[in-house]
């Protein structure tokens, strides 16, 4: 069974444009979760996505936004950057029972100048 | 908000079994606990889960005490593939409250 993937893998933009992520969960999962991993803050729980709807959010401006298709891929979208964006997204997958276990995709690493 | 506390860093000689020892005081109920490891600049990947007693798989065994206020991840006999960042996770897949901390950072030497 193919993993969660996400593109682009490698992003750079500049301070107050926008970027789109992609994730696409293991087929068969219905909850992704989006993460937000950098040295000083470690990783910290963007939102979660369970059949196309927000089922939970962390604590992140209304700058980063998220959403879901119908078959389940997800997308984070980030308005008018800042340097402290730069970071490397990851998103997650799992059943969507709070006692699954969620498996990570290997990241896209944005880079915000 | 059940955070956790890990060793910053541990190194250990290859071929030995490793114990990291996580604390988390406020595990709630419904909580599990889960263990990650990451290499740097790539997703974390997962190594096992358990809610109580023993759990083991084939890469690793948790044990998790009566009270459930810490857990201790083992890897038997390491190898210098190990070296990485090893993460205790105690919660719900997919809350907000699902607290990463810091890790340990396991080096792993010849």
């Known amino acids: 069974k193919a993993g969660v993937t996400q593109t682009p893998r490698y992003l750079i933009k500049t301070r107050g444009q926008q970027v789109t992520l992609s994730c696409s969960p293991i087929?068969?999962?219905?909850?992704v979760s989006w993460y937000q991993q950098t040295p000083g803050q470690g990783l910290q729980f963007l939102f979660e996505?369970?059949?196309?709807?927000?089922?939970n959010k962390g604590n992140f401006p209304g700058r980063f936004s998220g959403r879901q298709f119908s078959n389940s891929r997800s997308e984070m979208n980030v308005s008018t950057l800042e340097l402290g964006d730069s970071a490397l997204y990851l998103c997650?997958?799992?059943?969507?029972?709070?006692?699954?276990?969620?498996?990570f995709g290997p990241g896209t690493r944005l880079l915000v100048l | 908000l059940a955070k956790t506390t890990q060793p910053i860093s541990m190194d250990s000689y290859e071929g030995q079994e490793v114990n990291i020892t996580c604390s988390h005081n406020?595990?709630?109920?419904?909580?599990?606990i889960t263990w990650y490891q990451q290499f740097p600049s790539q997703g974390p990947r997962f190594i096992i889960q358990?809610?109580?007693t023993k759990v083991t798989n084939e890469v690793a065994s948790l044990f998790i005490p009566a009270d459930r206020k810490s857990s201790t991840l083992s890897l038997p006999r390491v190898s210098l593939s190990d070296t990485a960042v090893y993460y205790c996770?105690?919660?719900?897949?997919?809350?907000?409250?699902?607290?990463f901390g810091t890790g340990t950072r396991l080096t792993v030497i010849p």
């Open positions: 358990g809610y109580k």
């Open positions: 996505y369970f059949s196309e709807t927000q089922r």
């Open positions: 087929s068969g999962h219905r909850s």
């Open positions: 996770l105690v919660g719900q897949t997919g809350a907000n409250n699902l607290f």
């Open positions: 997650a997958s799992s059943l969507g029972d709070r006692k699954e276990t969620q498996y």
């Open positions: 406020n595990i709630a109920t419904n909580d599990y």
